[in-house]
């Protein structure tokens, strides 16, 4: 196990206020996957993700809240309203839980459904917040992360406590969440304030 907040996954120049579109987990599925949350907390080395914070990141926009205006954020939200109700309720089956280097996760391979989202969640966040930055490239596979390296461990008693635990996790994408995200690497924890939040309803 490495320190997630001490590698290129996490490049950001400000800690705070870190413009995100997330998908949020309902209660069905972090439930499905607190077994795994029990045995990373379990592990020193390793920072569990309590259900009220776990997500599915959909777009990281390249900007902080404090750098734009209300108007460029009211926007954002009238743009992602529009792509939520041309958008279907749809559900992603993840699976795992899945230990790599920097934590531990459930993830599913690249749909149709959740392409066509973060397409559409990026080119709304070019239009109002142009192309001075590039945006980040989206996540590799949709996935919530149920633990975050916080140092260097040896995490085999970590692999052995999951290999029993089986999480299918059916994550329901039925709503779209536009925030402002902070990230305190002392407490392994990301940790949001909610910008505006909109129904998924074609």
């Keep these: 196990m490495r320190n997630f907040f001490d590698s290129p996954h996490l490049d950001w120049p400000q800690l705070r206020g870190s413009l995100h579109v997330y998908a949020l987990p309902d209660s069905a599925f972090t439930a ?23 997500h599915a990141t959909v777009t990281r926009i390249p900007w902080w809240r404090n750098e734009v205006a209300e108007e460029a954020l009211s926007r954002y939200s009238a743009a992602l309203a529009a792509v939520a109700a041309c958008t279907a309720p749809f559900t992603i089956p993840m699976h795992g839980p899945w230990l790599h280097d920097y934590g531990v996760g459930v993830a599913a391979p690249e749909d149709t459904m959740w392409k066509q989202l973060y397409t559409a969640t990026r080119d709304a966040a070019e239009r109002v917040f142009g192309t001075e930055r590039a945006l980040p490239a989206p996540p590799p596979m949709p996935h919530v992360s149920l633990g975050y390296g916080t140092a260097e461990r040896d995490s085999t008693r970590l692999e052995l406590a999951l290999s029993t635990i089986k999480t299918p996790a059916p994550l329901a994408i039925g709503s779209l969440h536009f925030l402002a995200v902070d990230v305190d690497p002392e407490a392994g924890i990301f940790s949001w304030d909610v910008i505006s939040s909109h129904a998924v309803t074609a």
Excluded at 32 to 54: H, I, K, L, N, Y
């Design 32 to 54: 499905a996957v607190q077994p795994a949350v029990d045995a990373v907390e379990a592990f020193e080395g390793c920072a569990a993700v309590e259900p009220r914070w776990q």
